[in-house]
C-alpha cells in the first residue's frame, strides 16, 4: 500500500479514549503446556491480552518490533547519537533509563521480554508523549488496512526511525502482509492452517484425489478448515479460498490453532449458545436463511431438517439438561417412521470412491 492511497484513511481513523489495563506480567504463559512459544507469540498474547488491543493493532506493533529489534529483548547498540538503544523497542536516552528505573522499583528484570512489556504497557499509559499512539492504536480497524495503519502509525509515532515515511510504509506494509495473514482472528470456527509445500497444494471439488482441481493455494498461504475427512491416504480440509470452496490435502500444510466447529455452533464462532437457538428459530419462520455449512451444524438431531427440535435440543445442551446430542431422530408424533425405499437414489453414500 502505498502512502498517498492510504493517507486519508488514516485521518479517518479516529482516536478512542484510552482503556485503562493493568500492565503487570502475562504471568498465564508460564502455565502453559506444549512448545515454549516465541518471543513473537509472547508479545503477540501480551498485547491482545493484557492490553486488549486487536489483533490488526498488534500486527502493526510486532511489524515495527520486527524491524527495531527482532524480537530480542537483549538487542542492544549505539544509535546515531552515540546513545544506548536496548530492547524490543531500541530504547535509548531518557527512556532507556525510564525502563530501568521502572522495572527496578516493579520487581522486575530490565533485560527481560517480561520487564519490557510491563514498561511499554505503562509508557503508553502514563507519559504523555506516548499516549496519542495508544488512542490511535486503540481506534484501529481489525482488518487488514487497520494493520497497516496501525504499523504506520506506530513507526511515526512511537518509534520515530530516522527513515520516516519510507520505513513507516514498509512496516504498515509488513504488518498488513505479513503478520495480518498470520493473526487474522478466524472467519469461523475452524482450524487454522498454512500450506507447507514449494509448489502450493491443489484445491479439489472434493475430498480425494478422483475430484477434478479448481486451482493451485499457493505456498506459506493460511487457511481455515471447517471440515475434515480422510481419503487416498490423505487428510481432507474443506477451505475457502479466493471465494472459490473446496478440499486440499492437508498433509502438505502445517496445523497453526483453532478447532473444528461443533453440532449445535450455527453461526460458526466457536461457542454453541442461545444466539445459536435464535438463528434456529429465525430459520424456521423464514426470518433468515441459513448457509449450507450452518444448517449441517443447526440440524443437531440429524434428521435431515432444522426445526424447533434442534432449537430444543441446542437450549438442552446450554443448559446442562443433555450433554450430548442423539444420534438417531427422535419419534415425536408416536407414528412410526416410513423407511426409505431401497432404489431411492438419496440413500446413495455421496463419498468419493477412493479409485
Same mark, same amino acid.
Given at each position: 500500500?502505498?502512502?498517498?492511497?492510504?493517507?486519508?484513511?488514516?485521518?479517518?481513523?479516529?482516536?478512542?479514549?484510552?482503556?485503562?489495563?493493568?500492565?503487570?506480567?502475562?504471568?498465564?504463559?508460564?502455565?502453559? !503446556?506444549?512448545?515454549? $512459544? !516465541?518471543?513473537?507469540?509472547?508479545? @503477540?498474547? &501480551?498485547? +491482545?491480552?493484557?492490553?486488549?488491543?486487536?489483533?490488526?493493532?498488534?500486527?502493526?506493533?510486532?511489524?515495527?518490533?520486527?524491524?527495531?529489534?527482532?524480537?530480542?529483548?537483549?538487542?542492544?547498540? $549505539?544509535?546515531?547519537?552515540?546513545?544506548?538503544? &536496548?530492547?524490543?523497542?531500541?530504547?535509548?536516552?531518557?527512556?532507556?533509563?525510564?525502563?530501568?528505573?521502572?522495572?527496578?522499583?516493579?520487581?522486575?528484570?530490565? /533485560?527481560?521480554?517480561?520487564?519490557?512489556?510491563? @514498561?511499554?504497557?505503562?509508557?503508553?499509559? /502514563? /507519559?504523555?508523549?506516548?499516549?496519542?499512539?495508544?488512542?490511535?492504536?486503540?481506534?484501529?480497524? =481489525?482488518?487488514?488496512?487497520?494493520?497497516?495503519?496501525? *504499523?504506520?502509525?506506530?513507526?511515526?509515532?512511537?518509534?520515530?526511525?530516522?527513515?520516516?515515511?519510507?520505513?513507516? #510504509?514498509?512496516? *504498515?506494509?509488513?504488518?498488513?502482509?505479513?503478520?495480518?495473514?498470520? &493473526?487474522?482472528?478466524?472467519?469461523?470456527?475452524?482450524?487454522?492452517?498454512?500450506?507447507?509445500?514449494? =509448489?502450493?497444494? =491443489?484445491?479439489? !471439488?472434493?475430498?480425494?484425489?478422483?475430484?477434478?482441481?479448481?486451482?493451485?493455494?499457493?505456498?506459506?498461504?493460511?487457511? &481455515?478448515?471447517?471440515?475434515?475427512?480422510a481419503a487416498d491416504s490423505y487428510t481432507w480440509g474443506k477451505v475457502v479460498y479466493n471465494d472459490v470452496t473446496g478440499w486440499v490435502a492437508l498433509d502438505f500444510a502445517t496445523y497453526v490453532n483453532g478447532a473444528l466447529p461443533?453440532?449445535?455452533?450455527?453461526?460458526?464462532?466457536?461457542?454453541?449458545?442461545?444466539?445459536?437457538?435464535?438463528?434456529?428459530?429465525?430459520?424456521?419462520?423464514?426470518?433468515?436463511?441459513?448457509?449450507?455449512?450452518?444448517?449441517?451444524?443447526?440440524?443437531?438431531?440429524?434428521?435431515?431438517?432444522?426445526?424447533?427440535?434442534?432449537?430444543?435440543?441446542?437450549?438442552?445442551?446450554?443448559?446442562?439438561?443433555?450433554? #450430548?446430542?442423539?444420534?438417531?431422530?427422535?419419534?415425536?408424533?408416536?407414528?412410526?417412521?416410513?423407511? +426409505?425405499?431401497?432404489?431411492?437414489?438419496?440413500?446413495?453414500?455421496? /463419498?468419493?470412491?477412493?479409485?
Open positions: 500500500m502505498k502512502n498517498g492511497e492510504m493517507m486519508g484513511k488514516r485521518l479517518l481513523c479516529a482516536c478512542a479514549a484510552p482503556v485503562i489495563f493493568l500492565c503487570g506480567v502475562f504471568f498465564a504463559l508460564a502455565d502453559q !503446556s506444549g512448545p515454549t $512459544p !516465541s518471543n513473537e507469540q509472547i508479545i @503477540f498474547d &501480551y498485547i +491482545t491480552g493484557t492490553m486488549k488491543l486487536n489483533e490488526a493493532a498488534a500486527c502493526g506493533i510486532l511489524a515495527n518490533i520486527q524491524a527495531e529489534s527482532n524480537f530480542n529483548p537483549n538487542a542492544g547498540g $549505539p544509535d546515531t547519537n552515540g546513545l544506548t538503544s &536496548y530492547g524490543i523497542c531500541q530504547w535509548n536516552g531518557s527512556r532507556f533509563t525510564a525502563l530501568q528505573d521502572y522495572c527496578t522499583a516493579n520487581g522486575l528484570d530490565y /533485560t527481560t521480554l517480561d520487564g519490557q512489556l510491563a @514498561f511499554l504497557c505503562n509508557e503508553l499509559q /502514563t /507519559t504523555e508523549a506516548w499516549t496519542g499512539t495508544l488512542s490511535y492504536i486503540q481506534a484501529a480497524t =481489525n482488518d487488514k488496512e487497520g494493520a497497516y495503519n496501525a *504499523g504506520y502509525y506506530w513507526c511515526l509515532h512511537f518509534e520515530r526511525p530516522a527513515g520516516g515515511e519510507t520505513s513507516a #510504509d514498509k512496516r *504498515g506494509t509488513a504488518a498488513a502482509e505479513t503478520f495480518w495473514p498470520k &493473526y487474522a482472528p478466524m472467519p469461523v470456527a475452524g482450524e487454522k492452517w498454512q500450506v507447507n509445500s514449494s =509448489n502450493g497444494v =491443489n484445491l479439489r !471439488s472434493g475430498a480425494g484425489l478422483s475430484n477434478p482441481v479448481l486451482t493451485v493455494v499457493p505456498d506459506k498461504t493460511f487457511l &481455515y478448515v471447517t471440515a475434515k475427512q461443533t453440532l449445535g455452533d450455527v453461526n460458526l464462532d466457536g461457542s454453541v449458545d442461545t444466539i445459536d437457538v435464535r438463528l434456529v428459530l429465525q430459520a424456521v419462520v423464514d426470518k433468515i436463511k441459513l448457509t449450507d455449512d450452518q444448517s449441517v451444524f443447526a440440524d443437531v438431531n440429524r434428521d435431515g431438517s432444522v426445526d424447533t427440535i434442534d432449537a430444543r435440543l441446542i437450549l438442552q445442551k446450554i443448559v446442562g439438561k443433555i450433554t #450430548d446430542f442423539p444420534e438417531k431422530p427422535t419419534d415425536t408424533t408416536g407414528t412410526t417412521e416410513t423407511t +426409505t425405499a431401497a432404489n431411492d437414489t438419496t440413500t446413495t453414500e455421496v /463419498t468419493t470412491s477412493p479409485t
